[in-house]
């Protein structure tokens, strides 16, 4: 029990409670693993667009147009959602929408010519879209349920929990595509396939979070004022919240470089580094494996030498897993970047919410929690679509375009520096009394 110590709850939490809301991180973790990661991110480049020059291009510009919807939604989503106690409410009605759009990518390898990649892109932006809120939403819930001073352990615990959901996820998806290229089966067979099993784990399990955790806010509507008034209000107040802003900026950068890591890391193995399709999935699957790893030990190293300190020895990393990736040219090698890459995944990840948690107002988690998934989307069209586009205008050199991502840590860890948690924290609690 003292992996799992009761003084990192607020009073009244219940263990029960934080199980059904890391539950959620194990439904959704498969969507990002197995539809994002894994196994359409390749087959929609090499399958439905037959492995054209802007292929790759057209995929970031699918996942870009889908952040940059919830950029310019979820803040105010999660200003109404405090506003009205209704966090629970809108993760249901995300979670259904992310759960049917995957679902409905099993059609697309029926489809062919533009069709076909009109149809997938669009199912992607409507998807990640949904995926995106549901992730913001279910972060707004850390503050009610962790002390501060466990708000890492706590959220390396759903992180690490989350990234077991993915193994499992994609654990079945991988028994399925190897029975079926024992067949002789093609991708327009078992990709479909796929689809539908991660869509079902993502809907069964979610059910627990909807059945254990419970909406705790109050509502706090005052007069006529609107979300976005409410959202206004927050950004006219924005220096007194610099802290927070300062991450913001930080997160911009480096979770621009783990969005690279997350959506092409599949087409990176296998057109640069020449793995086949089974053996991307178990480079996934292990790289899960360290993840969870990685988010569950950094949690309690995170709460004792300090989220700052933590967050940015995550960002040395990355730039080490850049540097390697770039120069490797054998499997091996790549196995080497993709380890230290899921151990600096998972922790970078959690330090992240952890810190927003920290640093959020109490009575306006969701707000902040929006703000902070503005700032992740942004920087899923930077990482990316900066990805796709340089390696378009270096004539298809995705190792240049890797090592380029370095830029975008260190950028990370240079916004790191201003940032004063205490005052960060103080500010928060000034804000909600």
């Not at 809301?21 to 959704?28: E, G, H, T």
């Not at 220096?239 to 783990?258: E, H, I, K, N, P």
């Not at 990840?349 to 640093?359: D, F, K, N, V």
Request: proline fraction near 3%.
């Amino acid at each position: 029990m003292a992996l799992f110590p009761a003084s990192a709850l607020q009073p009244g939490v219940r263990k029960r409670e934080v199980f059904g809301w890391a539950m959620y991180d194990f439904a959704n973790s498969g969507y990002t693993t197995v539809v994002i990661t894994a196994v359409f991110a390749a087959y929609f480049v090499g399958g439905i667009a037959k492995g054209a020059p802007w292929a790759a291009f057209a995929w970031t510009a699918a996942l870009s147009t889908s952040y940059a919807i919830v950029m310019l939604t979820m803040p105010a989503i999660g200003a109404w959602a405090d506003m009205r106690a209704a966090k629970k409410r809108v993760l249901v009605l995300a979670t259904l929408g992310c759960v049917f759009a995957t679902a409905a990518l099993a059609v697309t390898p029926s489809f062919s010519g533009t069709g076909g990649v009109a149809l997938a892109m669009a199912l992607i932006i409507v998807s990640n879209a949904f995926y995106s809120y549901g992730e913001s939403l279910t972060g707004a819930f850390l503050p009610e349920l962790a002390t501060a001073e466990g708000m890492g352990k706590v959220s390396g615990w759903g992180w690490a929990f989350g990234y077991v959901g993915g193994m499992l996820a994609l654990g079945i998806c991988l028994a399925y595509v190897l029975w079926s290229q024992s067949k002789g089966l093609p991708a327009s067979h078992f990709v479909p396939v796929t689809m539908l099993i991660t869509a079902a784990i993502y809907g069964f399990a979610a059910c627990a979070t909807f059945a254990l955790l419970p909406e705790r806010a109050q509502p706090r509507v005052a007069g006529n004022q609107g979300a976005w008034q409410q959202l206004l209000a927050t950004y006219r107040q924005a220096r007194a919240y610099r802290d927070f802003m300062w991450l913001l900026a930080c997160t911009v950068c480096y979770q621009g470089g783990v969005a690279v890591a997350i959506t092409l890391a599949a087409i990176y193995a296998e057109q640069v580094i020449g793995f086949v399709a089974s053996e991307t999935m178990v480079l996934i699957f292990v790289l899960n494996i360290a993840a969870s790893l990685g988010a569950f030990g950094f949690g309690y190293v995170q709460d004792r030498i300090g989220h700052k300190v933590s967050l940015a020895g995550t960002l040395v990393a990355w730039i080490a897993v850049c540097v390697i990736a770039a120069l490797v040219t054998t499997k091996g090698g790549f196995w080497w970047a993709a380890t230290i890459a899921g151990l600096a995944m998972g922790s970078s990840q959690s330090a992240g919410r952890a810190m927003t948690g920290y640093l959020a107002p109490p009575k306006q988690l969701a707000e902040f929690f929006g703000l902070w998934t503005f700032a992740t989307r942004l920087a899923s069209i930077v990482g990316p679509l900066s990805f796709g586009a340089i390696t378009w205008m270096t004539g298809g050199n995705q190792r240049i375009a890797i090592l380029s991502t370095t830029v975008l840590f260190v950028a990370g860890l240079l916004l790191l520096l201003p940032i004063d948690m205490q005052r960060g924290r103080q500010a928060a609690l000034r804000a909600s009394s």
